[in-house]
């Protein structure tokens, strides 16, 4: 008898460093053994990679062109192709036996309630959602603010949203009152869906009268939709407030609802997230390209199997949520779990017993909660049973390799594979991931997904040596690109593209190893990662503005234990004002108030003095470094 072949790469090449190659078992049930023989294909003909995912999914009338580019950058996919994504998401499983499957199974934070839907029963919760917004309104084109708590209601909402044709714009439930406005007023939302509240650590959050704050001042909504979470009272304004309870009662709820056949470039969804200049940007998605993107990583990189139960614990309010709680996995058909609560209350275990009552087989989070866990020791994990995981995702922030570890030994027994997913909201998928085939390094997310192209660049554009650090561009168009910031085409042109022109500016830095594996250092831009969210510097600095006391203000990021980067500002004051601790406790506060919780600084410092340059810009890196108490670098242009 011959030899049985072995599985996955017929010749595994040696790599340099620290490497966990795949183990034989998981080569032997991936979907997708032969990970250099893809690649190449797709490198070849990226367009056709694509084109021929596309072809997997169901599309109302095929599309003509598979990418324009004539308009760079303002580039096209599927041009021509009419398709629902919710029809995707959801009908299309109609057909198959996964009708009867479970798309969603959710507990409380409390643990005293679970609801679990059926694909069968997700149709009719979207399309009751669906039927009641449009008895609100809302049309095709229209744009809807969710804020909302994380219960299934949320993604009946977007998925509701969608079905109809409405643009839906998720504002995170922590964001606060001026933060949440300033997304409705610039989104021209008619209608915003909330709840009467959530729960956070067993806090009562009071969305609706954060909602009512915040609508007060935008005149373009109608209608406020109300999901009832929590029971409390709430205050009700007759004519714009309606219960979602109630209405589902009336007789313009329907189980079954119309989707929508939209274009393959019309607008799904927008979302807002921080950038170097002023305020959030709403990045653009569309139907078409953004489900083709979602749909193919998700299948490749967590290699998504009918029997998985996969979680992903991120708030559906990030794209993080949107691609890979919400699209991705319902795409695939797959079961996917939604917790409301965070993993350290009521206790360090409370993650660990969830993943043992609904054997969880993948865990998709981010390096600050493997170290915010972490920080509790073993025995939490331990007491569960945690071996129905077989892969173990990354997200949001570079891991460091001591993170990695823990998650890889305590959590995954050593046998998962942890997917160290680089992307952004922009990408709208993974772009630099590795798949459970890849040999992995600890902190490098490997190597760019199949069909695209990465490069390291410095700043007159030309590629930096393999292992000097430099300026990450993405050299190819892909699906889930976002098309634009929605209202400022030319923000758009100038953030992403005009650095390197033809090159897709990420604002990260990243080194490339002798194996061409990409380890991402951080922002280059006045972006802080905190715990994986991203802030603007800018931002922060005009919340502090608004207080009465203070005159200038910088923040930076500095390293944390735990959150990755953390707020740190420097104020200096009016006159008439002094500091004190209770001052820069005000104004700690006073931050957490305009934009949210997350946004909380550290450590507020007075000081008499900025470092500018002569052009009056703060030199933030300056800072850095002397907080840090590193080299200057080049000082030449500080004005004193
Ligand atoms: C920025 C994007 C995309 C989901 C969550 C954040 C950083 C993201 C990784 C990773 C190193 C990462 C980058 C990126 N980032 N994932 N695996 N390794 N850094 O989305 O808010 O749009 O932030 O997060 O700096 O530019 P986002």
Same mark, same amino acid.
Request: charged letters at 25%.
């Given at each position: 008898?011959?030899?049985?072949?072995?599985?996955?790469?017929?010749?595994?090449?040696?790599?340099?460093?620290?490497?966990?190659?795949?183990? $034989?078992?998981?080569?032997?049930?991936?979907?997708?053994?032969?990970?250099?023989?893809?690649?190449?294909?797709?490198?070849?003909?990226?367009?056709?990679?694509?084109?021929?995912?596309?072809?997997?999914? $169901?599309?109302?009338?095929?599309?003509?062109?598979?990418?324009?580019?004539?308009?760079?950058?303002?580039?096209?996919?599927?041009?021509?192709?009419?398709?629902?994504?919710?029809?995707?998401?959801?009908?299309?499983?109609?057909?198959?036996?996964?009708?009867?499957?479970?798309?969603?199974?959710?507990? !409380? $934070?409390?643990?005293? %309630?679970?609801? !679990?839907?059926?694909?069968?029963?997700?149709?009719?919760?979207?399309?009751?959602?669906?039927?009641?917004?449009?008895?609100?309104?809302?049309?095709?084109?229209?744009?809807?603010?969710?804020y909302?708590?994380?219960?299934?209601?949320?993604?009946?909402?977007?998925?509701?949203?969608?079905?109809?044709?409405?643009?839906?714009?998720v504002v995170f439930g922590g964001f606060s009152v001026p933060a949440l406005r300033g997304r409705?007023?610039?989104?021209?939302?008619?209608?915003?869906?909330?709840?009467?509240?959530?729960?956070?650590?067993?806090?009562?959050i009071?969305l609706?009268?954060i909602?009512?704050?915040a609508?007060? %001042?935008?005149?373009?909504?109608?209608?406020?939709?109300?999901?009832?979470?929590?029971?409390?009272?709430?205050?009700?304004?007759?004519?714009?407030?309606?219960?979602?309870?109630?209405?589902?009662?009336?007789?313009?709820?329907?189980?079954?609802?119309?989707?929508?056949?939209?274009?393959?470039?019309?607008?799904?969804?927008?979302?807002y997230?921080?950038?170097?200049?002023?305020?959030p940007?709403?990045?653009?998605?569309?139907?078409?390209?953004?489900?083709?993107?979602?749909?193919?990583?998700?299948?490749?990189?967590?290699?998504?199997?009918?029997?998985?139960?996969?979680?992903?614990?991120?708030?559906?309010g990030?794209?993080?949520?949107?691609?890979?709680?919400?699209?991705?996995?319902?795409?695939?058909?797959?079961?996917?779990?939604?917790?409301?609560?965070?993993?350290?209350?009521?206790?360090?275990?409370?993650?660990?017993?969830?993943?043992?009552?609904?054997?969880?087989?993948?865990?998709?989070?981010?390096?600050?909660?493997?170290?915010?866990?972490?920080?509790?020791?073993?025995?939490?994990?331990?007491?569960?049973?945690?071996?129905?995981?077989?892969?173990?995702?990354?997200?949001?922030?570079?891991?460091?390799?001591?993170?990695?570890?823990?998650?890889?030994?305590?959590?995954?027994?050593?046998?998962?594979?942890?997917?160290?997913?680089?992307?952004?909201?922009?990408?709208?998928?993974?772009?630099?991931?590795?798949?459970?085939?890849?040999?992995?390094?600890?902190?490098?997310?490997?190597?760019?997904?199949?069909?695209?192209?990465? $490069?390291?660049?410095?700043?007159?554009?030309?590629?930096?040596?393999?292992?000097?650090?430099?300026?990450?561009?993405?050299?190819?168009?892909?699906?889930?690109?976002?098309?634009?910031?929605?209202?400022?085409?030319?923000?758009?042109?100038?953030?992403?593209?005009?650095?390197?022109?033809?090159?897709?500016?990420?604002?990260? !830095?990243?080194?490339?190893?002798?194996?061409?594996?990409?380890?991402?250092?951080?922002?280059?831009?006045?972006?802080?990662?905190?715990?994986?969210h991203?802030?603007?510097?800018?931002?922060?600095?005009?919340?502090?503005?608004?207080?009465?006391?203070?005159?200038?203000?910088?923040?930076?990021?500095?390293?944390?234990?735990?959150?990755?980067?953390?707020?740190?500002?420097?104020?200096?004051?009016?006159?008439?004002?002094?500091?004190?601790?209770?001052?820069?406790?005000?104004?700690?506060?006073?931050?957490a108030?305009v934009i949210g919780g997350i946004a909380?600084?550290?450590?507020?410092?007075?000081?008499?003095?900025?470092?500018?340059?002569?052009?009056?810009?703060?030199?933030?890196?300056?800072?850095?470094?002397?907080?840090?108490?590193?080299?200057?670098?080049?000082?030449?242009?500080?004005?004193?």
């Amino acid at each position: 008898m011959p030899a049985a072949k072995k599985p996955g790469n017929a010749k595994p090449k040696k790599f340099n460093g620290e490497v966990y190659y795949p183990a $034989e078992d998981v080569l032997a049930r991936a979907n997708l053994r032969d990970w250099e023989k893809t690649a190449r294909r797709a490198d070849k003909d990226f367009v056709g990679f694509w084109e021929q995912e596309a072809t997997q999914l $169901e599309w109302f009338k095929p599309w003509k062109k598979t990418l324009d580019d004539g308009k760079a950058p303002f580039y096209k996919w599927f041009v021509g192709g009419k398709l629902n994504i919710v029809h995707n998401c959801i009908e299309r499983h109609l057909e198959t036996p996964r009708k009867n499957k479970l798309a969603l199974i959710w507990e !409380s $934070e409390d643990g005293k %309630q679970d609801r !679990s839907f059926s694909f069968h029963a997700l149709n009719r919760e979207v399309s009751r959602m669906a039927s009641i917004i449009h008895a609100l309104g809302v049309k095709k084109g229209d744009r809807v603010t969710i804020y909302m708590g994380r219960i299934p209601e949320i993604i009946f909402a977007m998925l509701a949203c969608a079905k109809i044709g409405a643009v839906h714009s998720v504002v995170f439930g922590g964001f606060s009152v001026p933060a949440l406005r300033g997304r409705v007023q610039d989104s021209e939302s008619k209608l915003v869906i909330t709840c009467d509240g959530g729960y956070q650590n067993g806090k009562l959050i009071e969305l609706k009268r954060i909602t009512d704050e915040a609508v007060a %001042q935008c005149p373009g909504v109608e209608n406020v939709l109300v999901v009832r979470r929590t029971g409390h009272a709430v205050p009700f304004q007759p004519g714009r407030d309606h219960w979602y309870h109630e209405m589902l009662e009336s007789p313009v709820a329907k189980d079954r609802f119309p989707t929508q056949p939209m274009d393959a470039e019309d607008p799904l969804f927008i979302l807002y997230t921080s950038g170097s200049t002023g305020r959030p940007k709403a990045i653009l998605h569309t139907h078409g390209g953004y489900m083709v993107g979602t749909y193919t990583t998700l299948k490749y990189v967590f290699d998504i199997k009918d029997e998985d139960r996969y979680w992903c614990a991120a708030d559906p309010g990030w794209i993080t949520g949107h691609s890979y709680i919400v699209y991705g996995p319902l795409l695939n058909g797959a079961t996917s779990f939604l917790y409301e609560g965070g993993p350290t209350f009521p206790n360090p275990g409370r993650w660990w017993q969830l993943i043992e009552r609904y054997g969880i087989t993948i865990l998709y989070t981010a390096p600050t909660a493997v170290r915010g866990l972490m920080r509790f020791g073993e025995d939490w994990p331990e007491q569960y049973d945690l071996s129905s995981l077989r892969l173990l995702g990354s997200v949001g922030e570079p891991i460091n390799p001591e993170a990695w570890r823990w998650y890889y030994r305590v959590i995954g027994k050593g046998k998962t594979p942890i997917m160290d997913t680089w992307w952004q909201t922009e990408t709208g998928m993974f772009m630099i991931t590795p798949t459970p085939v890849v040999p992995l390094k600890p902190g490098s997310g490997t190597r760019p997904f199949f069909g695209q192209r990465a $490069e390291i660049l410095d700043e007159t554009g030309k590629p930096v040596k393999d292992g000097d650090e430099g300026y990450l561009v993405l050299t190819r168009p892909w699906p889930s690109m976002l098309r634009t910031i929605y209202g400022d085409a030319e923000l758009y042109k100038r953030q992403y593209w005009s650095k390197y022109p033809g090159k897709y500016m990420t604002g990260d !830095s990243a080194r490339r190893d002798e194996d061409g594996y990409y380890w991402i250092i951080g922002r280059v831009d006045d972006v802080i990662n905190v715990s994986g969210h991203r802030l603007g510097t800018a931002e922060i600095e005009s919340a502090l503005i608004t207080h009465p006391a203070v005159a200038e203000s910088a923040a930076i990021g500095l390293p944390h234990e735990v959150k990755g980067q953390a707020v740190h500002c420097f104020v200096l004051l009016k006159p008439e004002h002094s500091a004190s601790e209770q001052l820069a406790e005000e104004l700690r506060q006073h931050v957490a108030t305009v934009i949210g919780g997350i946004a909380r600084p550290e450590e507020v410092a007075f000081v008499d003095k900025l470092p500018k340059t002569r052009s009056g810009k703060i030199m933030r890196r300056v800072l850095k470094a002397r907080a840090q108490g590193l080299p200057e670098g080049d000082l030449s242009t500080l004005e004193d």
